[in-house]
């Protein structure tokens, strides 16, 4: 044995050299997919948490002249939303303009019905997102994060109705401990009453509604959305381009039924500083970013991304904006609808029987 050649005990094979040239490419994809999951969540951390605190930061912040028109930052999102999905679709097209209009041409013009589905839940996000910036304008980053949660409840709810899901043990259990969470965050103390010198109690109130109706139409929009895009073989890039068109659309007829006055006296840009534009691409970019978590991670990364952006709202709201005290009842319930929010990803491998709402 120790005098024959080593060729003659493991003979060369082509295809080993082959097989050997695959297996270390699957581990290059498999890492840099590892890459792209971390750096999605990443970013959806720096998103969510940048979003929040720059847009309560602009509708607070006292400056001379008229404050810049809240609808129309959402209309400038909507705008920049499918300029954005455009560039993914030339992408996807090869970066060639002939396919890209082609592709544009076949996927919307020509399936008007199939366009005309996304206006039920495009009207409904831009409502939301309309919300976001009145809940923002009377309540704290922080209070406003862990409330915004009850959107994983609302999603539920929605999703065991519409599209017949099955939510496990753990799942109806977290979204027990997620009420009872945001019902303490809710809870009056005197900190929040000291806080409460530059908000009244009715604009704190306008806050809280206009966040539970923001969660509710989050819900039913998001599962109505999901629906469309299980039922057909359409890209997601060119439904975010559908949905942005009609979001365009509702949004400006928000504009001119609510703001019309005001916009006829100082225009459709009053008021916008670098901070304004800050906000608009922020928002603008958040649907892609949840697209791309959706893609590369999971439930439990995503929540873990959720609970830090959670916390990094509670501390720069403290430090920076001034306009927080957390208390021991805040903190008891941040910490419950962090645990639940970890709890609701959780998928155990022997699963038992599901429950079914």
Same mark, same amino acid.
């Given at each position: 044995m120790q005098g024959k050649h080593l060729s003659a005990i493991l003979p060369f094979k082509p295809e080993f050299g082959f097989g050997v040239f695959f297996l270390f490419q699957e581990e290059k994809s498999q890492e840099m997919s590892t890459n792209l999951k971390y750096l999605s969540l990443g970013i959806l951390v720096f998103q969510t948490t940048s979003l929040v605190l720059t847009m309560r930061y602009?509708? @607070?912040?006292?400056? !001379?002249?008229?404050?810049?028109?809240?609808?129309?930052?959402?209309?400038? =999102? !909507?705008?920049?939303?499918?300029?954005?999905? #455009?560039?993914?679709?030339?992408?996807?097209?090869?970066?060639?303009?002939?396919?890209?209009?082609?592709?544009?041409?076949? !996927?919307?013009?020509?399936?008007?019905? !199939?366009?005309?589905?996304?206006?039920?839940?495009?009207?409904? /996000? @831009?409502?939301?997102?309309?919300?976001?910036?009145?809940?923002?304008?009377?309540?704290?980053? =922080? @209070?406003?994060? #862990?409330? /915004?949660?009850?959107?994983?409840?609302?999603?539920?709810?929605?999703? #065991?109705?519409?599209?017949?899901?099955?939510?496990?043990?753990?799942?109806?259990?977290?979204?027990?401990?997620?009420?009872?969470?945001?019902?303490f965050v809710q809870w009056p103390s005197d900190s929040q009453a000291t806080a409460a010198k530059e908000h009244s109690a009715g604009s704190q109130f306008v806050g809280l509604i206009a966040v539970l109706i923001a969660c509710f139409s989050s819900g039913f929009a998001g599962v109505y959305f999901e629906k469309i895009l299980k039922e057909t073989k359409q890209s997601v890039w060119i439904r975010n381009i559908q949905l942005g068109f009609f979001g365009s659309i509702f949004g400006l007829m928000g504009v001119y039924i609510y703001d019309g006055e005001q916009l006829s006296k100082n225009g459709f840009f009053q008021g916008y500083n670098k901070l304004?534009?800050?906000?608009?691409?922020?928002?603008?970019?958040?649907?892609? #970013?949840?697209?791309?978590?959706?893609? /590369?991670?999971?439930?439990?990364?995503?929540?873990f991304a959720t609970s830090l952006s959670i916390i990094l709202s509670t501390l720069i709201s403290y430090f920076w904006l001034q306009d927080f005290v957390p208390t021991s009842v805040f903190f008891f319930g941040a910490v419950l609808v962090i645990a639940a929010t970890f709890l609701y990803g959780y998928d155990p491998k022997p699963a038992g029987n599901p429950i079914k709402a």
């Open positions: 602009s509708r @607070t912040l006292k400056e !001379e002249g008229p404050r810049y028109l809240s609808s129309t930052a959402v209309v400038i =999102a !909507e705008l920049l939303k499918i300029l954005a999905c #455009v560039l993914l679709v030339y992408k996807d097209s090869k970066c060639n303009l002939r396919t890209l209009n082609r592709v544009l041409h076949d !996927e919307i013009l020509n399936k008007p019905m !199939e366009t005309l589905k996304l206006a039920i839940p495009s009207g409904i /996000y @831009t409502l939301q997102n309309n919300l976001l910036y009145v809940a923002l304008s009377n309540l704290d980053a =922080a @209070t406003y994060q #862990v409330t /915004y949660q009850l959107k994983i409840l609302t999603t539920a709810l929605f999703s #065991v109705s519409m599209l017949s899901k099955k939510l496990g043990v753990y799942q109806w259990l977290s979204l027990v401990i997620l009420m009872t969470g945001v019902a304004t534009w800050i906000v608009v691409v922020l928002q603008a970019l958040g649907g892609l #970013v949840i697209a791309a978590v959706i893609k /590369y991670a999971d439930n439990i990364l995503k929540g």
